[in-house]
């Protein structure tokens, strides 16, 4: 596991095999392998942005992004997931998703 040197660790959050991981790389919490779980992460992590966040910006780098990373194992795609403005859903990063898994609703 390696940070991303450009996003601070309030706008990254890392899920491998379904767990959380620490800023350290370590194993945290359980935080769940479906889109109904990930899209509770998100809604609990990711601070809410509008415009007028960004309105006085001239251009926009890697460090305002915020950034959902997925790595190892399978997850089910139980629910829609949805990410708010200015976020990133990156796959593979450190270990490959083995699946992606499609409920039908």
């Known amino acids: ?5 450009n996003a601070t660790a309030d706008t990254v959050i890392h899920v491998h095999r379904g767990y959380r991981l620490n800023a350290d790389g370590s194993r945290g919490a359980w935080v769940g392998n479906t889109t109904s779980a990930l899209q ?7 601070e809410s942005k509008s415009w007028s966040d960004y309105s006085s910006a001239s251009f926009f780098d890697a460090g ?29 990063k450190f270990d490959s998703v083995t699946g992606l898994h499609l409920v039908a609703n």
Do not use: H, K, N
Request: charged residues 20%; hydrophobic residues 40%; negative net charge.
């Open 1 to 5: 596991f390696e940070p991303d040197s």
């Open 64 to 92: 305002q992004l915020r950034y959902l990373d997925l790595s190892g194992g399978a997850y089910t795609a139980d629910a829609t997931l949805y990410l708010p403005s200015m976020s990133v859903l990156r796959m593979d």
């Open 40 to 46: 509770s992460l998100i809604d609990t992590e990711f």
